[in-house]
């Protein structure tokens, strides 16, 4: 039996989340305005099987496919966001699933910290891979599950506001996000971000959130 976990659409990739992904993927690299498709699945070793539903059907091309024991990530991508679409249909034929039989994202945490100090800010730096955080800069961090929509979090967020993609995790136990810029304009990504994840239907999200 395979879990749909993550099945979410991008509909134009921003100029920082295309780059970002150009220097964590391993396969063929993303354009900025091209649409993407992010699928997330369970047991990992399953997403061979989507994957080659895909290639097979549409002229999509992989950007990322990760295979985990619990959890395997495929990314694809298109000028043509027709054939996105396609690759979509194509991964729910082959599972026999419905794109509503998702998971719904849950907000793990969501943390805004203002004025970072520079030694924090270096720490941040280290483990990036997108832009520099600056010191005296806001900070946002965002934790969800599932994973994978930790990247259509980023995307709305950059659409959404003038602020800079440092790092984001759209794979694993949890996803990441980490963005930075100043306090208002980290406020009006935060808006995004959240109301982007809200908006994402599908089946009840069983994991429950830790109250610390």
Do not use: W
């Given at each position: ?17 295309a ?59 298109s ?27 849950k ?12 030694h ?13 955080l ?19 979090a ?23 996000v ?35």
């Amino acid at each position: 039996m395979i879990d749909l976990r993550t099945f979410t659409y991008l509909d134009i990739l921003q100029p920082q989340v295309a780059a970002f992904f150009q220097t964590v993927s391993q396969g063929f690299l993303p354009l900025e305005g091209q649409a993407a498709l992010l699928v997330e699945v369970a047991p990992g070793i399953s997403i061979n099987t989507v994957t080659d539903a895909v290639l097979k059907r549409t002229s999509v091309v992989p950007g990322m496919q990760i295979v985990e024991r619990a959890f395997g990530l495929l990314e694809v991508h298109s000028f043509d966001q027709g054939q996105v679409r396609a690759a979509g249909a194509a991964i729910c034929e082959a599972l026999s699933v419905e794109e509503k039989g998702r998971l719904k994202p849950k907000v793990v945490s969501s943390q805004t910290i203002t004025g970072i100090d520079g030694h924090q800010a270096m720490l941040v730096n280290r483990m990036r891979h997108g832009q520099f955080l600056l010191q005296s800069d806001t900070l946002f961090i965002l934790e969800v599950h599932p994973a994978g929509y930790a990247a259509i979090a980023a995307n709305e967020a950059e659409k959404a506001a003038n602020i800079h993609i440092l790092e984001f995790v759209s794979f694993g136990a949890f996803g990441r996000v980490y963005l930075g810029g100043s306090e208002d304009e980290i406020g009006e990504a935060a808006k995004a971000v959240k109301a982007t994840l809200e908006a994402i239907d599908g089946r009840e999200n069983p994991f429950k959130v830790d109250v610390y």
